[in-house]
């Protein structure tokens, strides 16, 4: 069997990696060729834990290869995932162009019976199009089943993630496609779920959002503790004891940010919106999460009353911590937010300050990047907390409160024991919990 993956982006990266390491023949193609030269020199070009050790060994082994060539990878392929980008459109719906585009180049290549596998997250009923749109396309006789395969990996550990699943979701119409899928994840038989193609596709939004609503909700409890003597962590703590809550995806912060919570949601409200089922509930979630930054920046006020020409150090970019992914990462929402007040920033991250640079370029004296935490606190008047990066965990506090003009820390993460920080002299704030 000889595995094509189209669109080498994180999903893709990670699942022809993943699938060579499994023991397939797997190739991967891309439009963009610099992360196919990347690729075939044993070079990630996104920061993933273990990724690049799999990626050089599987490459040194043969089973993987890396082609600019997509109508060679279709015609060599039996089974080709897709994973390529569906972006946000304006309405909130996912962009469907470049899944269409794929199933066109698919078509005109149809060499030889193949299973087209969903990888990248789609709306409900996308395969009915891939099929139609095959169909109308294709020039040969040859067969075709479509298949629905949601991944569920985490970035930042999306390796762990693919090698130890939860679940293995099988969305297949025909024996033969379900067969092909069982074979490829037979190392994981025990995890594997096999529904229809409509349960699959909607198995993976359902799931994003529930945990996005999960972390809306607590941030929404994090407002009422803020108002009273409860602890969200306590709160958060006690729900969890109860089995059918569970204690995952409890943590009040900043919100969610990422290329999949904010965009699934969205996509869920308008899929919701065309099929005709109100989905409000999801819109509150998408506006809980919004309404973090402007949250943060009260807490922000609170501690420093105005906010222009006050020295801001920013620790954490990332949206999460174990990757350089800057997509809707609360920080630019927040530095945006900040900006307009005339703050002026330090701004470190330990993987993320390149991609940063590109999205707020170094303004001097306003924002600028410093290269280890240290030298961002330097004379700031207030330290913000962004990403619970485990660095910062494990700073040393001493000498920030003796590098900063005021020891004053809002941690939008609960990075700190408050008792802790106070006790050292800071002045501290942090998200529903005193
Ligand atoms: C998420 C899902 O967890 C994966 O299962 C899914 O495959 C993936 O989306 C996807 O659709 O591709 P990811 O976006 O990589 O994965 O990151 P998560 O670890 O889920 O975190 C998402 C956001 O929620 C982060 O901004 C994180 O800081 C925030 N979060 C998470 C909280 O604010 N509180 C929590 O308790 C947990």
Request: a negative charge; proline letters at 4%.
């Amino acid at each position: 069997m000889k595995i094509g993956v189209i669109g080498t982006g994180y999903v893709g990266l990670v699942t022809a990696v993943c699938l060579s390491d499994l023991g397939h023949a797997v190739q991967g193609t891309d439009i963009d060729a610099d992360k196919i030269d990347k690729a075939n020199q044993g070079i990630s070009h996104i920061y993933e834990p273990g990724l690049e050790e799999l990626l050089k060994k599987n490459l040194k082994s043969g089973n993987l290869s890396f082609s600019h060539d997509l109508h060679q990878t279709i015609q060599d392929s039996n089974v080709l995932f897709v994973c390529v980008n569906t972006p946000q459109r304006e309405d909130g719906s996912a962009d469907m162009c470049y899944v269409e585009g794929t199933s066109r180049s698919i078509a005109e290549n149809l060499n030889t019976y193949k299973l087209i596998v969903e990888k990248s997250t789609v709306p409900i009923q996308t395969s009915m199009w891939i099929k139609r749109t095959i169909s109308l396309y294709k020039k040969g006789d040859a067969d075709f089943d479509v298949a629905s395969n949601p991944e569920f990996l985490r970035e930042g550990s999306a390796v762990y993630d693919f090698m130890n699943p939860d679940r293995v979701i099988i969305g297949a119409e025909s024996d033969r496609a379900r067969d092909i899928l069982v074979k490829i994840y037979k190392k994981y038989s025990d995890k594997i779920l096999v529904t229809n193609i409509d349960t699959a596709e909607l198995i993976k939004h359902a799931s994003n959002s529930f945990l996005a609503m999960k972390i809306s909700y607590i941030n929404l409890m994090s407002e009422l503790c803020d108002k009273t003597d409860a602890n969200v962590e306590l709160v958060a703590k006690g729900m969890g004891l109860d089995p059918r809550i569970g204690p995952l995806f409890l943590r009040a912060g900043l919100g969610y940010g990422g290329s999949c919570f904010p965009k699934d949601v969205r996509a869920l409200i308008k899929i919701g919106e065309d099929l005709g089922v109100d989905l409000t509930l999801l819109k509150e979630v998408d506006r809980i999460n919004r309404d973090r930054i402007q949250s943060f920046i009260q807490k922000i006020k609170k501690a420093l009353w105005i906010i222009k020409d006050k020295k801001i150090a920013v620790l954490g970019l990332a949206f999460k911590p174990e990757t350089d992914d800057l997509r809707n990462a609360p920080s630019i929402y927040l530095i945006e937010a900040l900006q307009k007040e005339e703050a002026v920033l330090r701004l470190y991250d330990p993987e993320a300050l390149d991609n940063m640079k590109s999205v707020f370029p170094e303004q001097s004296p306003s924002l600028l990047y410093t290269d280890n935490p240290y030298d961002a606190v330097r004379d700031a008047n207030a330290t913000l907390i962004v990403t619970e990066w485990e660095e910062f965990k494990n700073l040393d506090l001493d000498k920030i409160k003796t590098l900063m003009a005021n020891p004053i820390i809002i941690d939008g993460r609960n990075v700190f024991d408050p008792e802790d920080v106070k006790k050292l002299g800071f002045e501290y704030y942090s998200v529903g919990r005193k």
